[in-house]
């Protein structure tokens, strides 16, 4: 059957709109590329593939039997999270009612959220032990937000960047670190996941799409398997690490870093607490 010609002009309208709508194509998009494929380097490969990467999912005996647990607390009044304004892309209202707020300071019952904790001085068997997952690290793009938006991972390893809107992204890294490659490519809608690898130990690499200025995230790079970021209760872990005394950093995107030292029991847990006020 013949569609009419009003649905036709109709359905070619939505079609043209859609086709504007997200980040700015990079060069290999406008090279008609396939969209969400990224560049053609070799560390864009399929998961199946990756080496040896930090992650969640063991893969070798852990270096020790000691664990670190602690909370990340926040004393005073944190900031009011703001609304932001994504009217310039509607597809980011698409789907969903949720509005988007600033995530600097996720604060919760006086404790912080997405603070990144790594080793950052230990007893050599902590300091030279090797990663234990082969799994890379999830950075989605959802909701015209990157979720989570503190991701953590050891060098060498690899972050799997996805597009799980129906609009254009960005993805641009701006590392410091020689080692760590700048990343600025766009992935099309829901498009394939591009993998990127992370060589050198570096602290809050920022993240940025360049056309919804909104959008950050933040990697980090530790140079030992040991490190975690904060839950929504501030809480984190530390596990299979060797006995000894060690220095534990926490790392806020705007409050910076903290330090503390703790010993650890060859079996057993130490506790590292820290706490963060807006200076």
């Given at each position: ?236 872990s530390l ?27 060859a079996t ?8 963060f006020s807006?200076?």
């Amino acid at each position: 059957m013949n569609m009419p010609k009003t649905s036709s002009l109709l359905l070619l309208s939505v079609a043209l709109a859609t086709s504007v709508i997200g980040c700015k194509p990079d060069a290999a998009l406008q090279k008609s590329e396939v969209i969400g494929k990224g560049s053609k380097s070799p560390t864009d490969v399929p998961s199946a593939s990756l080496p040896a990467a930090a992650g969640s999912n063991t893969e070798s005996a852990p270096a020790g039997n000691g664990v670190i647990n602690g909370t990340i607390a926040f004393s005073g009044t944190a900031p009011a999270k703001i609304k932001i304004d994504t009217s310039m892309d509607p597809a980011c209202s698409m789907g969903s009612s949720a509005p988007v707020y600033t995530e600097q300071y996720a604060v919760t019952s006086g404790k912080l959220a997405d603070v990144y904790v790594y080793v950052k001085d230990g007893p050599p068997a902590a300091l030279q032990a090797g990663p234990v997952s082969m799994q890379a690290v999830v950075l989605d793009q959802k909701g015209c937000q990157y979720q989570p938006h503190v991701i953590a991972l050891m060098q060498g390893g690899f972050v799997e960047f996805r597009n799980s809107d129906i609009t254009m992204h960005n993805i641009h890294t701006m590392p410091t670190q020689v080692g760590n490659e700048t990343i600025d490519i766009s992935q099309g809608p829901k498009g394939a996941p591009v993998h990127k690898q992370f060589a050198r130990p570096e602290l809050m690499i920022p993240v940025r799409c360049n056309n919804h200025p909104w959008m950050n995230a933040f990697i980090n790079v530790s140079s030992t398997p040991f490190f975690a970021v904060s839950d929504a209760s501030g809480k984190f872990s530390l596990s299979g690490l060797p006995a000894g005394t060690y220095t534990i950093a926490a790392v806020h995107e705007k409050l910076g870093e903290k330090d503390l030292q703790v010993i650890v029991p060859a079996t057993g847990t130490a506790k590292a607490d820290f706490s963060f006020s807006m200076k």
